[in-house]
């Protein structure tokens, strides 16, 4: 299933074969700089360029001896590149190499996520704008309170969704970093213009100070983004299944020909793909957990944080990669059904008007807040027990009916008041500015 919604790049990016073709591209990187520095002769630098390459199989054979994945790799890319080999890995250490290349690595996973935000964030604009006005309850504590619109609905997606991006963006700036400072961050047997150039040719920023590592704060800051863009994904998919309830059923999740609900009841069509997003968004918060406890290492270093992220960072991105794909699809092909929307109004017999009602009487007569407040709870309460509308229940309240007149009482009872300001919040909502 996650074939199905992942992109391919993103996968890709997580291989163990693309992992150390990473490593490589910092490993060339660094003998660039030397290069540039006068340290590297041309024709060494040829051959590393024409020959750096390396076998997987050969990395993982030599791995089971060494124990130690940075000396396996190594060792294949010399036998290929010949005795020009001894510039490669010039002054560095492993998490010099290991590093920036997750930095490159998270950089291009977060490219793949930056652009399953912008469709998703399309899509719930376009299902804003298409149901601008389509009235619908809005519910305090799962009970009817006043009406909204479903587009408003939308709109408030769309605006968390643009945060979560901000977000999202500004902690991926955070990780596509690269160090190039040796054992423990000093230069010792290397020098910052290395760093430099190296970071320009990979396109990376450079981390202003590093022990032997890149400190993890900034990828907890990054899991955490997409731990909170989760949150808004369940906030969303728990939404859309109350709202395919059978007792509310104002929308519904989108069922293929031959699809089937349930290998016991044959009626049954459940909205699956909401619930299986809710659980995976709880794994990628999960993982958050796991990338800020990463933050506290020994001295310059340990590698406690190691194994976490060999976990955390290809789980969190595919992950999230999967989740907003498939949420797009979900959105795309929901069924919004208006008639049940009319029909959910309804059946608490209006006695949403009551704010309204109440607000009337404070601006139209000298009753005072509790007053008026007792007044009108009074008409609902009766209009609720009797399952009458309660605009019945007014209009025939003599109090109520010497207080207003019939056309204060029949303003107060108008739907679209409720949705006065509502191209005012489109607006806001959607402002290029």
């Given at each position: 299933?996650?074939?199905?919604?992942?992109?391919?790049?993103?996968?890709?990016?997580?291989?163990?074969?693309?992992?150390?073709?990473?490593?490589?591209?910092?490993?060339?990187?660094?003998?660039?700089?030397?290069?540039?520095?006068?340290?590297?002769?041309?024709?060494?630098?040829?051959?590393?360029?024409?020959?750096?390459?390396?076998?997987?199989?050969?990395?993982?054979?030599?791995?089971?001896?060494?124990?130690?994945?940075?000396?396996?790799?190594?060792?294949?890319?010399e036998e290929?590149?010949?005795?020009?080999?001894?510039?490669?890995?010039?002054?560095?250490?492993?998490?010099?190499?290991?590093?920036?290349?997750?930095?490159?690595?998270?950089g291009?996973?977060?490219?793949?996520?930056?652009?399953?935000?912008?469709?998703?964030?399309?899509?719930l604009?376009?299902?804003?704008r298409?149901?601008?006005?389509?009235?619908?309850?809005?519910?305090?504590?799962?009970?009817?309170?006043?009406?909204?619109s479903?587009?408003?609905?939308?709109?408030?997606?769309?605006?968390?969704?643009?945060?979560?991006?901000?977000?999202?963006?500004?902690?991926?700036?955070g990780?596509?970093?690269?160090?190039?400072?040796?054992?423990?961050?000093?230069?010792?047997?290397?020098?910052?213009?290395?760093e430099?150039?190296?970071?320009?040719?990979?396109?990376?920023?450079?981390?202003?100070?590093?022990?032997q590592?890149?400190?993890?704060?900034?990828?907890?800051a990054?899991?955490?983004?997409?731990?909170?863009?989760?949150?808004?994904?369940?906030?969303?998919?728990?939404?859309?299944?109350?709202?395919q309830?059978t007792?509310?059923?104002?929308?519904?999740?989108?069922?293929?020909?031959?699809?089937?609900?349930?290998?016991?009841?044959?009626?049954?069509?459940?909205?699956?793909?909401?619930?299986?997003?809710?659980?995976?968004?709880?794994?990628?918060?999960?993982?958050?957990?796991?990338?800020?406890?990463?933050?506290?290492?020994?001295?310059?270093?340990?590698?406690?944080?190691?194994s976490?992220?060999?976990?955390?960072?290809?789980?969190?991105?595919?992950?999230?990669?999967?989740?907003?794909?498939?949420?797009?699809?979900?959105?795309?092909?929901?069924?919004?059904i208006?008639e049940?929307?009319?029909?959910?109004?309804?059946?608490?017999?209006?006695?949403?008007?009551?704010?309204?009602?109440?607000?009337?009487?404070?601006?139209?007569?000298?009753?005072?807040?509790?007053?008026?407040?007792?007044?009108?709870?009074?008409?609902?309460?009766?209009?609720?027990?009797?399952?009458?509308?309660?605009?019945?229940?007014?209009?025939?309240?003599?109090?109520?009916?010497?207080?207003?007149?019939?056309?204060?009482?029949?303003?107060?009872?108008d739907?679209?008041?409720?949705?006065?300001?509502?191209?005012?919040?489109?607006?806001?909502?959607?402002?290029?500015?």
């Amino acid at each position: 299933m996650i074939e199905r919604y992942s992109r391919p790049e993103m996968a890709n990016i997580w291989t163990l074969e693309n992992k150390f073709r990473a490593w490589l591209e910092v490993e060339l990187a660094v003998c660039e700089a030397w290069h540039r520095l006068g340290v590297i002769p041309a024709e060494a630098i040829k051959d590393i360029r024409e020959k750096a390459d390396f076998d997987l199989p050969r990395i993982l054979e030599i791995e089971e001896q060494t124990k130690h994945d940075v000396i396996a790799f190594l060792t294949a890319v010399e036998e290929k590149v010949g005795p020009a080999s001894k510039f490669i890995h010039l002054g560095c250490t492993s998490s010099d190499i290991v590093d920036t290349a997750n930095g490159l690595l998270l950089g291009r996973a977060a490219d793949v996520l930056a652009a399953d935000v912008a469709r998703l964030l399309n899509t719930l604009e376009a299902m804003a704008r298409k149901h601008q006005g389509r009235l619908c309850m809005g519910r305090t504590h799962g009970i009817h309170a006043e009406p909204t619109s479903f587009g408003l609905k939308m709109a408030s997606f769309y605006a968390e969704f643009t945060r979560h991006r901000e977000r999202f963006h500004a902690a991926a700036a955070g990780v596509k970093i690269g160090k190039i400072s040796g054992a423990v961050g000093t230069y010792a047997n290397l020098n910052p213009e290395v760093e430099a150039i190296a970071c320009e040719v990979l396109g990376l920023t450079v981390d202003p100070i590093s022990t032997q590592i890149v400190q993890r704060d900034r990828h907890a800051a990054f899991f955490t983004s997409l731990a909170l863009m989760a949150g808004g994904v369940e906030r969303l998919c728990v939404e859309l299944r109350h709202l395919q309830r059978t007792e509310v059923l104002e929308v519904e999740e989108g069922f293929s020909k031959g699809q089937k609900g349930s290998s016991a009841m044959p009626h049954k069509k459940n909205p699956i793909s909401a619930e299986n997003l809710t659980g995976l968004s709880r794994l990628v918060r999960t993982n958050a957990i796991a990338s800020m406890e990463n933050m506290a290492l020994w001295h310059e270093r340990d590698i406690s944080h190691s194994s976490v992220e060999r976990v955390i960072m290809p789980d969190s991105t595919v992950l999230m990669n999967y989740i907003l794909n498939r949420l797009n699809g979900v959105l795309t092909n929901l069924r919004v059904i208006p008639e049940n929307m009319d029909r959910n109004l309804e059946s608490s017999f209006g006695l949403f008007y009551s704010q309204r009602l109440l607000m009337k009487l404070l601006d139209e007569t000298e009753f005072q807040r509790q007053e008026a407040y007792e007044m009108v709870q009074a008409a609902a309460m009766r209009s609720w027990n009797s399952k009458r509308p309660f605009k019945d229940e007014v209009t025939e309240d003599v109090e109520l009916t010497s207080a207003l007149s019939a056309e204060a009482i029949a303003d107060a009872f108008d739907p679209q008041y409720y949705l006065r300001y509502e191209e005012m919040i489109f607006n806001r909502v959607f402002s290029k500015d």
